[in-house]
């Protein structure tokens, strides 16, 4: 069984950092694309940052040049990392998974195959 657990969520101050954590099992580590969605109240489900077993990324408009995603083979784990977290970012953000082999813009509009449980990010001014 696929499994996704977001981690990492919390309070910061506008311009701060957060890195998010993303620990999957139940799948070989391979031919996936991993990406982190965020939702924040009464906006639509938007796809922040993806990532494929073959090592390309992509970002959204509203965080390119701020968020890095990465991901760490030997423990099956992809990252987010936030620098210069704005007011806007605010939002509960999750982690899915897609083994398609779709392209992230498919999988990032039509949804992921697997989905875990959110993780809150606040940022206060």
């Known amino acids: 069984e696929v499994q996704l657990q977001a981690s990492g969520g919390g309070l910061v101050q506008a311009g701060g950092s957060l890195r998010l954590s993303c620990a999957t099992s139940?799948?070989?580590?391979?031919?996936?694309?991993i990406g982190w969605f965020r939702q924040a109240p009464g906006k639509q489900r938007e796809g922040v940052a993806g990532i494929t077993s073959d090592g390309d990324r992509y970002y959204g408009e509203s965080v390119r040049g701020r968020f890095t995603i990465s991901s760490d083979n030997a423990k099956k784990t992809v990252y987010l990392q936030m620098n210069n977290l704005k007011l806007e970012d605010t939002a509960v953000y999750y982690c899915?998974?897609?083994?398609?082999?779709?392209?992230?813009?498919?999988?990032?509009?039509?949804?992921?195959?697997?989905w875990g449980k959110g993780t809150q990010v606040t940022v206060s001014s």
């Open positions: 139940g799948f070989t580590f391979d031919g996936y694309t």
């Open positions: 899915a998974a897609d083994f398609t082999g779709s392209t992230w813009y498919y999988v990032s509009h039509a949804g992921m195959q697997h």
